[in-house]
């Protein structure tokens, strides 16, 4: 059996909306599919989104069997569509794109792409090692012109002891400036006030700090950062995705699309 035809199979027989990690469990359960890959529901929520209606990105199918039920990222629940109600669905949406301004389609279409990759970006980034976020963090901070040299100016430091310090990017070529980096990968957990203060306090006499996450900050951590008096940056999920697309890290532009107005001028007489 194809890792497909076994979602398939516990999607209808659930018959109710399934997150990707409740379908991974229920392929386990039922002893449909033997797993060889590192991270398995990874795999599933990949599979499922690749044959998802209204997701279309370089590596979606044309075949769709799912849709998309509740859009919460991680915990986003899909359902198994049959043959009328996937009809339903093409002939609902080429009603709607019938009103629409061909502009707003191209652009809703790629707010949908671009919302999609950041996910999938998040998705690579939390089944990765440690080590490999803390180099991304660094490179990003360099590629975004933080530090006086792109190759020479960021220093890994994650490891065992280094007292909630990943890495610093050195501002000047003496290092009389220095950026200390705190990298933090979480799937739900959100990052508190205790988390920032350990951080400040890593930081000892240094002024300023980046503190990136793959998920997000508590109120009560947001509020705490402004009355400090040194310059801490949060940079949570959905800003970390946004900005390695901006700055074309872990991705590559596979098309570029122009759209067009009418100059009106020229036509004037």
């Known amino acids: 059996m194809t890792i497909i035809n ?55 199918k044309k075949v769709k069997y799912f849709k998309i039920v509740e859009n919460k990222g991680s915990a986003s629940k899909y359902f198994l569509i049959e043959a009328s109600d996937e009809s339903k669905e093409k002939q609902f949406t080429k009603t709607v794109d019938n009103d629409r301004l061909p502009e707003e389609i191209i652009f809703e279409a790629h707010s949908l792409h671009r919302n999609n990759l950041k996910q999938e970006l998040l998705d690579l980034i939390l089944s990765s090692e440690p080590s490999f976020f803390e180099q991304m963090v660094v490179e990003l901070l360099l590629k975004m012109d933080y530090g006086w040299d792109e190759k020479e100016s960021g220093v890994v430091r994650g490891r065992v002891g280094d007292e909630g310090i990943d890495g610093v990017i050195f501002e000047d070529r003496l290092g009389l400036g220095k950026i200390y980096i705190q990298a933090k990968r979480y799937n739900n957990n959100s990052i508190g006030r205790p988390d920032i203060q350990q951080f400040i306090g890593a930081m000892e006499n240094n002024k300023k700090g980046v503190f990136i996450t793959t998920s997000t900050f508590t109120k009560q951590a947001r509020e705490f950062v402004d009355r400090q008096v040194k310059d801490i940056a949060l940079i949570d999920g959905d800003m970390l995705t946004d900005l390695l697309i901006s700055n074309n890290i872990g991705i590559s532009i596979t098309a570029t699309i122009s759209t067009y107005q009418i100059n009106r001028d020229y036509f004037e007489i």
Request: charged content about 25%; aromatic content about 8%; some cysteine.
């Open 6 to 60: 076994a979602i398939k199979e516990v999607m209808k027989k659930a018959n109710k909306p399934l997150t990707g990690k409740e379908t991974y469990h229920l392929i386990i359960e039922s002893n449909l599919y033997t797993f060889p890959a590192k991270n398995p529901e990874h795999v599933v929520k990949t599979t499922i989104r690749r044959h998802c209606l209204g997701l279309d990105f370089p590596t979606s």
